[in-house]
């Protein structure tokens, strides 16, 4: 069996950009995750500890969020090396940010960045 948690567009606000005016007033950022976790201990068990809290990995993403950088491709480098450190029964990220609206002169409702990685990749 493969089995994935998933958080779909988290919603943050923060100051990540290249442009001087991006990093001063914000913007904001989705985020979406899917994690290959094995849950079936957790399938028998109904124990929380037996499988990874979303609501963990929502803060360690906004902590990550919290802190400004001119690319999303480093915010996504922090997001994916925080959640393998901090939950080791992870073996699989894909994540996707996205800033909304982003200040580049185009009718566009966001544009990101969109990583997989396994674990020790």
Same mark, same amino acid.
């Given at each position: 069996?493969?089995?994935?948690?998933?958080?779909?567009?988290?919603?943050?606000?923060? #100051? #990540?950009?290249?442009?001087?005016?991006?990093?001063?007033?914000?913007?904001?950022?989705?985020?979406?995750?899917?994690?290959?976790?094995?849950?079936?201990?957790?399938?028998?068990?109904?124990?929380?500890?037996?499988?990874?809290?979303?609501?963990?990995? #929502?803060?360690?993403?906004?902590?990550?969020?919290?802190?400004?950088?001119?690319?999303?491709?480093?915010?996504?480098?922090?997001?994916?090396?925080?959640?393998? #450190?901090?939950?080791?029964?992870?073996?699989?990220?894909?994540?996707?940010?996205?800033?909304?609206?982003?200040?580049?002169?185009?009718?566009?409702?966001?544009?990101?960045?969109?990583?997989?990685?396994?674990?020790?990749?």
């Amino acid at each position: 069996m493969t089995s994935y948690i998933f958080l779909d567009t988290l919603r943050f606000f923060a #100051h #990540h950009g290249v442009g001087e005016q991006e990093t001063v007033v914000g913007n904001e950022f989705t985020v979406s995750l899917r994690l290959q976790v094995d849950i079936r201990r957790a399938a028998e068990t109904d124990d929380v500890a037996d499988t990874v809290s979303y609501a963990d990995v #929502h803060t360690a993403v906004k902590a990550e969020m919290d802190i400004p950088s001119k690319l999303l491709e480093h915010v996504c480098g922090r997001i994916i090396n925080r959640l393998f #450190h901090d939950f080791p029964q992870i073996e699989e990220i894909t994540l996707k940010l996205a800033k909304r609206n982003p200040p580049m002169g185009a009718d566009i409702e966001a544009a990101g960045v969109e990583i997989c990685q396994r674990r020790g990749e």
